[in-house]
Structures are given as C-alpha cells and as structure tokens.
C-alpha cells in the first residue's frame, strides 16, 4: 500500500510517500480502506517533533478515518466487509491514517453517518470527538447557559458552535471579521473581531459584567490566562492547547471556577451521539479544501500558517477519485 512516512521530525517535507505492508487485523480488530483524513494541529505538532518520546520513528501519523472495512478479524461482529466507518485510531498508539488502509480496534470504530461524504466524515471524527470531550463530558454545558469559543472559523471551533447551539446554549466566539458570516452561518450568536477589539471587555459588555459560563479554548497563549476575565460565578473553563500556561489562579479563584484540560478519548458511543446530530441537521463539518495523500506536505505548512485564508478543516483525498 502506499503510506506517508514520517522518517525524521521537522517540516513538511520530513514526510516521504513510500509503499508500505498492508497491515492485517488480528482479534477484535477491522481493516479499513482509507478513503480520506484530515488534518489537525496535532499533526502538525506530531510532525515537528512535540511528542518525540511517544512517536517512535518512522512513522505513518494522521488522526482521522472514514472508509470501507476490508476485512474483519476473529471475534469482531459489529462490522462486516463493504461497511462505511469513520473513526480517529488510537492517538500515540500504533500508525495512523496517512495510508490505503489501516487497522483499527472494532471497539473505536463507528458507522459512517450516511448524510456525510468521506471528505466529510474525515474531517469531524477527531474535531468533533474532541468538541464532544470538552463541551458536554468535561464542562456539561447545559441549555439556556453561555459559552466563547475561541478560534470559531477553526476546525474544532466552527463545530463546537454547531454542538453548542445544539445543546441550547448562547454562543460567543472570537473570530476575524472576514469570517463573521462563516461563524454565523455556524450558529453563533455574537461574533468579536480579536483583531480590532479586546475580547474581554466585548464579553462583559454583552453579558451586563455577568460573563459566560463556559470558555472554550482552542487557541492557546494568554486566551486561556485570561478566561477567568470572562466567567461568571461557577463559570468552567476548558482547554484543548497550552496547559503549560501560567494561570491566573486568584482571579480562578474568585469565580470559584473549574479547569478541564482536555485530551480527547476514543470510543465508539461518541461517534454514534456525534452521527445523531449529522442526521438530525444540527451538525456538519465545512471542508475548507481538498489536498492528495501525496501533497499532506503542502497541506500541513498551508494549516501551519497564520494567514491561511482557512474555515472549518483541511480534508485529504487518500481515494483519487475524491479530489474535486
């Protein structure tokens, strides 16, 4: 099969298309052709060199899968070959989705939702997986309360307003003013420009001082320093980025404020309530734009860049005949 490899840590083009055994599943286990994946930070981060000691090298990286089960191993009864599955392989445990195929644990692994194209499907298993961690496991967001998203045009962003509204809740979210539509169109309810105006004093203006009862951040810096700025009394604040950041614990303090550090957890259930959602037409993933498995280099340094021009994810073609 061919796989993207990741032979030594550094930029885009430490990556090398080469061909590679085709994995076999063992008990308990499906193989997957791999029609499309995405791209995440985490790659990006991965590829660099952030998490040396728990990627051993080389290594096929890529966190998201939607495809068609090849072949299933002893005891798996869930699956049977021709199913359409999406899913995110187990994060620093074995290869990931860079390939034709790759071998899953059943256990992990859902049904594609029907309403979803592969690209689709591929680019909300781990953003949505994790927006799923954060808003309603980790923060228990609840209807009629507020929540600001940070970074709302952004792949977990722009479906955490989409999950936030559908639980019932008013939506704040920081975004450039070029992607305030995007962001409406999304659901949320107040978009601030960071670029133009200090996010903290947009909020306590809109909410008369009461501030939000959630902060969700997926930015990172001092987004997550400051969110107690922003919190009402018993607000939460969850984060996906930076927990190494110094924190404004007496402010915290004050607002008798909560912290959940997320690292999103794969299982099959949050798949099914994610697909739920597609179904019901609260939920869709915006594919932003479309790469080859041969060109994750030229995606990876388009996502790293600040100005990329990006809203929602970056989806990769591991099937040909998905390129637009």
């Known amino acids: 099969m061919k796989a993207l490899v990741l032979k030594s840590f550094g930029g885009p083009d430490a990556f090398e298309l080469l061909d590679a055994p085709k994995p076999q599943p063992q008990a308990g286990q499906i ?29 096929i990286t890529g966190h998201d899968v939607s495809g068609v089960v090849e072949a299933v191993g002893p005891g798996v009864t869930a699956f049977s070959v021709g199913d359409e ?21 059943a256990s992990i692994v859902g049904r594609k939702p029907a309403s979803l194209n592969h690209l689709e499907a591929a680019s909300l298993s781990l953003v949505g997986g994790t927006a799923w961690e954060a808003l309603v496991v980790r923060a228990a967001l609840r209807v009629g309360e507020s929540i600001l998203v ?22 704040y979210t920081t975004v450039r003013a070029a992607n305030f539509d995007f962001a409406r169109k999304m659901g949320a309810d107040v978009m601030i420009d960071y670029e133009k105006e200090d996010y903290v004093e947009a909020i306590m203006r809109q909410t008369e001082g009461r501030g939000v009862d959630v902060v969700f ?25 930076d927990i190494a950041q110094p924190q404004n614990v ?13 690292f999103t957890r794969q299982h099959r259930g949050k798949l099914d309530e994610l697909g739920a959602l597609v179904e019901r037409g609260q939920l ?8 080859s498995l041969a060109d994750v280099p030229l995606a990876h340094a ?23």
């Open 217 to 241: 951040d997926t930015i990172g810096g001092n987004t997550l320093s400051r969110s107690p700025d922003v919190l009402a009394q018993l607000g939460r604040v969850v984060s996906i980025v």
């Open 31 to 59: 193989l997957v052709r791999v029609h499309a994946t995405s791209i995440n930070p985490l790659d990006y981060q991965v590829r660099r060199g952030d998490y040396p000691d728990l990627v051993p090298l080389p290594a």
């Open 250 to 262: 007496i402010q915290a303090w004050g607002k008798n404020a909560s912290y959940h550090f997320v």
């Open 150 to 171: 940070h970074g709302g045009a952004g792949g977990v962003g722009h479906v955490a307003i989409q999950l936030a509204k559908a639980i019932g809740a008013r939506v």
């Open 85 to 105: 599955v999406w899913y995110t392989p187990q994060i620093f445990h074995g290869p990931g989705s860079y390939a034709e195929y790759h071998v899953a644990d």
């Open 284 to 291: 869709r993933p915006h594919v932003g734009a479309v790469y």
């Open 302 to 324: 388009r996502l790293e860049s600040p100005d990329n021009g990006l809203q929602g994810k970056i989806a990769i073609a591991v099937d040909p005949g998905l390129m637009p």
